[in-house]
């Protein structure tokens, strides 16, 4: 029996992750999945600040772009950033609880385009990301042995 | 006797370096500091690696930013990035000894445009960077005490 | 009786639209606007093709960029661009009736971030297109005399 | 007897250029033309000023556009625009004239990355312009019939 939309999109993205050591690294949670969108979680930690005591724009980057790329690669087509850029609106903090929710804008031809926020626990907006996708050759799961 | 304009901005990167856990944590080394412009190195660890088996775009990105911060923040006035983008030409493998260059292409009011480069280890351009910063309140340095 | 902040958004919207030539001359039009969001159209002429007949980026950025200016101008505060970005989803045709719509994702001490979506005529997405804002010194409207 | 770089980069401009009814109305004109490189001038005209006076963030980016445009089509191969950014550094005023240069970052497999910057007579910058190729089928020039 062939995965429905969810289950494929769920299945890509736990393989994704499960070979994904930076994010694992980082403390990044997958926390929602479907086709075209992801949810992410990381809490900020002391040795992701830096020099002026808030989270380190690169932490925020990564973030947003694990989110983005787990929804990106929810069709087992895989499929890689080619540009990316991201708006601080407000700082995060020690012990914060991250989420980067993203969320497919267009998918067409080889390219997409994915909005991706993050919040804090507070819900406040801390950043606006926006990510560029690129479908090269292959597949993200063995289907044959899946089902 | 006031620092010159170079004294200043090593002086600046070393105060924001020396605060900056993030940076330290993912291993980057000051390489060579002026006004309005940086030089940051980086290891590819393998805990840097994502899904595919490449260097994170977080952590690509965090390199840049770092040299785009200390760039910017040369002058000893608190400068923060308001907005950034990256673009990726090629992948960065396990290993790879990265370095970012960041460079002032303006700087009016309190906002500057800084553009970054990556290479690796044979010269080759891994991403392209730009970085927005915004000046806030405040200096880096204590100037009185430290002449 | 002072005005309302929907009332206040549309006459900052009319008067930077009376003031904007080269909106004007691009034949766009002020559909909706509200506070933090404005919606404008055009019809795309065959002097806003390029070389591959499409309608030039050019062209669609305006449209998108005169959405933003009037969405980010609406509390009677001078805003300006200061930096945009557009991802180009399909190609605008010749005589597409194109309706740009900007909405503000966030605002806070004097920059702000909008998003807009360019569609045509059958609700298909152009473009996505994204403006930071920086709010300057002085009013679009003499509210003494308006009242 | 083929056409050297140089002669395909010309060769490519002209033709782009002569069906690009959009650059011509805005009073385009190409300066100086190469591989991976052009650049083009224009002159701010009445009809180019936005509603605070100086020349609409649109016009400035149809510029910076069609620089990149002629520049990452130098190789007889067609190639479109699917993202750029924009960081405004200065306003342009009535009467200025402009001139857009756009140099190639980088070329590999179907995408590119263009810098553009901006300057107007007193080579004062005005704004920086990043552009994303990506080569689609087909090409220019008839070269059979050119030779």
Known sequence: MPLDAQQLAEACASTLYERDAASQAMGMQLLEVGPGRASVGMHVRADMLQGVGTCHGGHLFALADSAFAFACNTYN??????????????PAQLDDRLVARAVEQSRSGRT????VRIENQRGELIALFHGKSYKVRGTLLDLENLQ
């Open 112 to 115: 997409g385009n994915y909005d």
């Open 77 to 90: 087509a895989v499929t890689v950033a080619i540009g990316c850029s991201i708006d601080y609106v407000a």
